[in-house]
Every structure is written in structure tokens, then in C-alpha cells.
């Protein structure tokens, strides 16, 4: 009965013993599987609700201005203010006119003889807004030329003043009466201002 007993203790000892070692070896091993599920597990669930997370891309900042300094020992250029831009003056082109005031020799009708020298003055003001100069010309418009040039300087007059115009005449040697009309000219030809006129008897 002793031996009987002794056996069936060691039986329970040895087997016993072995029996919680491997159970308690399964519960660590299933423990850490667990744990190393449920770390898997926790990943995957942060990992998706960072993915899920939309992109917000971020706000873009204004690069800095520069400010400008002034260098030590430089002059600051100053602002010129905008020209007043005025209406340009419109220049009107002169005008040319003549006006006969008398005769200062020879009426007209005067007695002359045959191939005597008649000299003819006018006094005349140049009415116009115009100066004359030498380019002014006195030409013949009709009537006969008593031997002068057909075409005489104009005398230089200033615009508003007076002047005395003389041509020189010839008288024909064939009697009769004679008459001889002029007019002014400008540079360009155009004629203008009161014709003047001149008339003597030959015989």
C-alpha cells in the first residue's frame, strides 16, 4: 500500500507538473500573439486614419518687400515735377495789301514832251500785315512800259508804314496819250493792293 501510494504521487508530481508547465507555456505563447495582433491591429488603424487625412497644402506667405534706405553719404535725386503741357500758338499766316494814298508827281493828264524823262512817285502804305522786302516785286499790267523794265523792286516797307514808290518813264516821241498800269507782287506771284496808274499827253 505504501509503494502503491508513493507511485501514484510521483505519478501525479511528475505528470502533474509537466501538464501546468506546457499549459502555462500555450497561455504565454497565445498571449503574445494577441499582443501581437492587437499591435498589428492598432497599426493598421492609425496607418488608415492618416491616409484618410486630406492634404491641406499650406498657406503661401508674401515674400518681404524691400525697403529701401537711403546710402550714407548720397544725395537723394529729387522728383521734377510734369511740365505743364501748354496749346501750341497757332501762327496765322500774314497778309499783303497795298493802299494808294496820292500821287506825289505828274497828274494824271500832264503835258510831257516827245522822249523827255518822266519820273513817277506814289505815296503808298502797306496796309497789310506782311513786311515787304527786296523779294516784293512792282511789275506792269497794262498800258504801255514808256521804256522802263517791266518789272520793278518793290521798295522794303514795314508792315502799317508809308513809302514812296518811283518807277523812271521815258515819254514816246510819237504824240498822244499814254497810260501805264502796276501792281504789286508777292514772292510767290500772287498780285495784290491798289493798282497804280499813270497818264501823260505827248506833243
Known amino acids: 500500500m505504501?509503494?502503491?501510494?508513493?507511485?501514484k504521487k510521483r505519478k501525479i508530481d511528475g505528470h502533474g507538473n509537466v501538464s501546468i508547465f506546457y499549459?502555462?507555456?500555450?497561455?504565454?505563447y497565445l498571449n503574445s500573439k494577441l499582443i501581437l495582433l492587437?499591435?498589428?491591429?492598432?497599426?493598421?488603424?492609425?496607418?488608415?486614419?492618416?491616409?484618410?487625412?486630406?492634404?491641406?497644402?499650406p498657406t503661401q506667405v508674401a515674400p518681404p518687400q524691400p525697403v529701401l534706405t537711403?546710402?550714407?553719404?548720397?544725395?537723394?535725386?529729387?522728383?521734377?515735377?510734369?511740365?505743364?503741357?501748354?496749346?501750341?500758338?497757332?501762327?496765322?499766316?500774314?497778309?499783303?495789301?497795298?493802299?494808294?494814298?496820292?500821287?506825289?508827281?505828274?497828274?494824271?493828264?500832264?503835258?510831257?514832251?516827245?522822249?523827255?524823262?518822266?519820273?513817277?512817285?506814289?505815296l503808298v502804305q502797306n496796309s497789310g500785315t506782311c513786311n515787304w522786302d527786296a523779294t516784293y516785286r512792282l511789275k506792269?499790267?497794262?498800258?504801255?512800259?514808256?521804256?522802263?523794265?517791266?518789272?520793278q523792286a518793290l521798295f522794303p516797307a514795314k508792315a502799317g508804314s508809308q513809302t514812296t514808290l518811283r518807277i523812271l518813264f521815258t515819254a514816246p516821241f510819237v504824240g498822244g496819250t499814254y497810260q501805264s498800269f502796276w501792281q504789286a507782287f508777292t514772292p510767290d506771284g500772287t498780285s495784290f493792293g491798289d493798282p497804280l496808274f499813270i497818264e501823260v499827253i505827248v506833243q
Open 23 to 28: 499549459m502555462m507555456k500555450t497561455r504565454l
Open 140 to 151: 506792269l499790267v497794262g498800258g504801255d512800259t514808256m521804256n522802263a523794265a517791266a518789272e
Open 2 to 7: 505504501m509503494l502503491a501510494g508513493t507511485q
Open 70 to 122: 537711403r546710402i550714407a553719404g548720397t544725395t537723394p535725386t529729387p522728383i521734377q515735377p510734369t511740365p505743364t503741357l501748354e496749346a501750341p500758338t497757332l501762327t496765322l499766316p500774314c497778309t499783303n495789301n497795298l493802299t494808294w494814298l496820292q500821287d506825289l508827281s505828274v497828274p494824271d493828264g500832264s503835258v510831257v514832251s516827245p522822249g523827255s524823262l518822266i519820273d513817277k512817285q506814289w
Open 38 to 57: 492587437s499591435s498589428i491591429f492598432f497599426a493598421s488603424a492609425c496607418a488608415s486614419q492618416i491616409a484618410s487625412t486630406p492634404f491641406i497644402p
